[in-house]
């Protein structure tokens, strides 16, 4: 099997992207600035809920990755994975979202509590890829997928909310690894199907879909939000 290298895998989900985001009920809505500061509040906050999770999902990797000495590079993606949960410690990434909530006028983040849908989201990765019958590889392109959002949502989040909200602190969190993200994706998706004699399609297929669940746990939260709203 001829292999996709991360480059043109990259090009074309991060096509997926734009046209996933620009799709989505809540980022269009944040992009002119007609949800409400309220509902932007309550949004953001059950993001910060399921990002406190998001280094379990890393966890489902390593717990998948195949065993050295095979034909699959697992070193480096090994590498890779604990370089993100490193970097997520040291940076205090957690301290910088508490800060950006409260930019944002959650006066208290400790106090958030868990809509359904942000539970149902946080557990979905472990759910699906920690089943014997998924690949590992399948639930690494996952993770790579929902990598490549962030730099264009982060980009949309900086921009909306200095435009519209008038948020100017805290920011830093959202603009952190823009472009970092997208060569880390080639890297790690190169890394990925080295010695994987499988159809790639799987691999791009499974990254898609963890695209697309990602902006859908957005819209769900939005849904929610405006509904109590009302």
Known sequence: MSSISGSAVSAGLAAHVT????????????????VPAGVVREVFGQYYLWRNQFHRWFGVCVVKSPPFGTGFDTSFVLSELTE????????????MAVAFLRALGVAEPSAIKALPVTDAYSASFPRRYL??????EEALAALAGRE??????????IDALSRHYGVTAGLEFFGLHEELEVEHFKSLWDALVKGYLADESLLVDAARNEITEHVAFWDEVYAHAMSAAV
């Open 148 to 157: 490549i959002v962030a730099p264009a949502r982060n980009r949309l989040t």
């Open 131 to 136: 089943d014997p019958g998924r690949l590992g």
């Open 19 to 34: 046209d996933t985001l620009g799709g989505s009920a809540f980022f269009s809505g944040l992009r002119t600035g007609e």
């Open 84 to 95: 993100h949960i490193d970097e997520e410690i040291k940076g205090d990434h957690h301290g």
